[in-house]
């Protein structure tokens, strides 16, 4: 291998393992703001997450009836402009990503899959933890790692009493 073919080796595998971080960190951003979704979230950078011609969709039995498909840019965020009310939609929301899978394939194209947790509680008070197989298409449009597919399959929902009881943490004294 010649100094230059493997310099060139050597710059494909640092762009791959900086395009993993930077998917990440897109991913990671995106339940941030889903975490605090509300009158004061900026759409502009939540939609911006997006490629413009990107798709949301809820796949599989509960969530393709609950959420359908979402196509461009600006209409995911007029869906996700839906939650920034007052009062705030969620009282509580919390995401948690885990089982992360991220294969670029290509200088601009990349997928990713995650199993998500969400923790919720709602303007009425009620409860509800959700568990959701994510798969996400991503691809690098003006130099950026977006969602350029996103999907959420459902994996179980159920109403909980509450999340967060006044009663003082078990500790050791």
Not at 9 to 28: F, K, V, W, Y
Not at 54 to 65: C, R
Not at 105 to 124: E, I, R, Y
Request: glycine share 6%; charged share 25%.
């Amino acid at each position: 291998m010649t100094d230059l073919a493997h310099v060139r080796q050597l710059e494909e595998r640092l762009d791959r393992l900086e395009s993993e971080g930077a998917i990440r960190a897109c991913i990671n951003r995106y339940m941030f703001l889903c975490d605090y979704l509300d009158a004061r979230t900026p759409l502009d950078e939540l939609a911006g997450l997006f490629t413009t011609d990107a798709v949301w969709e809820g796949i599989g039995e509960k969530y393709k009836g609950t959420f359908g498909r979402i196509e461009g840019r600006e209409a995911i965020g007029a869906m996700m402009g839906k939650y920034m009310v007052e009062p705030a939609h969620f009282a509580l929301n919390v995401h948690f990503l885990t089982s992360e899978t991220i294969r670029v394939h290509a200088p601009d194209a990349a997928t990713g899959a995650w199993v998500m947790l969400q923790t919720s509680t709602f303007a009425s008070g009620a409860s509800h933890l959700n568990a959701a197989r994510l798969s996400i298409d991503f691809a690098r449009q003006d130099g950026v790692w977006r969602m350029a597919h996103f999907r959420t399959e459902n994996l179980f929902s159920r109403p909980v009493e509450h999340w967060n009881a006044s009663a003082a943490l078990p500790v050791p004294r």
